[in-house]
């Protein structure tokens, strides 16, 4: 028996049924050659996807991640633990379902929220796997989900590339949980956002072991304008539905943007969103006068690939100009907003700027844990927007299956109703929005908004 570290039990202790602490993804495949036709679904689509299945359920070895359970009895005192199932159950983990017809995304879509709102089971190994067919077009598709406690998002997003191989004619090859024990779990950057949650005493200690004093990191907080964002509706309390909707747009678009107005890729990908974000408010009639604010993950490299700093990784809050209704002024104001964090940014030391983004992203943990805090007090920021590089290489295959694209799940908490992730593969960009089901209503509206705005981005000149 391991006992929970303090970090990771932050996620057990802030999880609530209206708060599930889970991240996730949505996988999508192309049936090889021979396993059905377009539209139709007969037995040998069915029969692939069933062995499929089997075989995942039949896994020789987990790896023991996966078979880890929590604990929290009365004579550890209060402590969280990990302890080995024995006996640990594929078949409740894994499980087949399939679509109704037409089996269109639309049901997809439905059927992947339904599945990321609900609870995981703590008697159980934290994570889920479902594989689903009958998805139109020769389809299927793979949800999986695992608690925040037992790995961070971008490290599942890696585990789950490792199942994948560039040869269309491989097979035997394992899901996720069925990885050699060397996989170990990464180093999250899931724990940044306790750092922000300890008291001003403990903080200002990591700030002066960094060098940093702890009116220099006001300073610095205030130069990334945390607590400068206007009150919206997805800065409230959140229920336990979700919706999740998905997309993906080529990237030699947002690269001709790019261009054309000298900005970053990732300042492209916020000025989509921030243009679908004011229409959707508009069209809402709830677009606050004073812009959104967004806390994005930012690279601190520069184009030619060398470092500007001690991180190549570090996390601002970012001006989205939503109160402009002109694409290239929001893009360009965008563009200054970023350069201008990542210059602070740059300025700093690594421990420092791991200081600085813990404390960026925990300023939201009040709200998403005190009762009755979210939606009455200055939202940090207005929404998270992650970029998080996918495979390099491409077309990749799993077991003969082509993954058409692959679509990151994360989390809402109170107080931030609406996650916009996006991932890279095959020369696409795959964003997956998640958004409470009741605060953020009609979510699958801003697919739409993300086209239109690249639209008008591409009409810039």
Known sequence: MTRVGPLDAMFLGGETREQPMHVGGLMLFELPEGAGRDNVFPESSRDFVSRLYQDMVAAPSVNP???RRVRNRPQDLGYWSW?????IDLEYHVRLSALPRPGRYRELFELTSRLHGTLLDRHR???????????????FAIYSKIHHSMIDGVTALRWMQDTLTTDPCSTGMPPTYALPQQHEQAASAGWLPSLARMPVGAVKTFADLAGLPLAGVKGLLQSTMPFQAPKTIFNQGVTGARRFAA??????RLEKVRAITGATLNDVLLAMCSGALRNYLLELDALPDKALTAMVPVSLRD??????GGNSLATLIADLATDLPDAERRIRRIMSSTAHGKGVLSELSPLQNLIVGALGFGVAGPAAV???VAGRTTPPYNVVISNVPGPTESPLYWNRSRLLGMYPASIVLNGQALNISVTS????LHFGLIGDRR????????????ETSLADLENIH
């Open 125 to 139: 190994p934290l994570w889920e796997m479902h594989l689903i067919e009958g998805v139109e077009g020769r389809r």
């Open 247 to 252: 997309q993906s747009w080529p990237l030699e």
């Open 65 to 67: 991640l996966f078979e």
């Open 439 to 450: 605060t953020v209503p009609h979510l699958q509206r801003l697919l739409g908004h993300l």
């Open 83 to 87: 302890e080995q199932d024995p006996d």
């Open 370 to 372: 005190l009762p009755g």
């Open 425 to 428: 593969y095959d020369h696409q």
């Open 303 to 308: 184009r030619d690939g060398a470092p500007g």
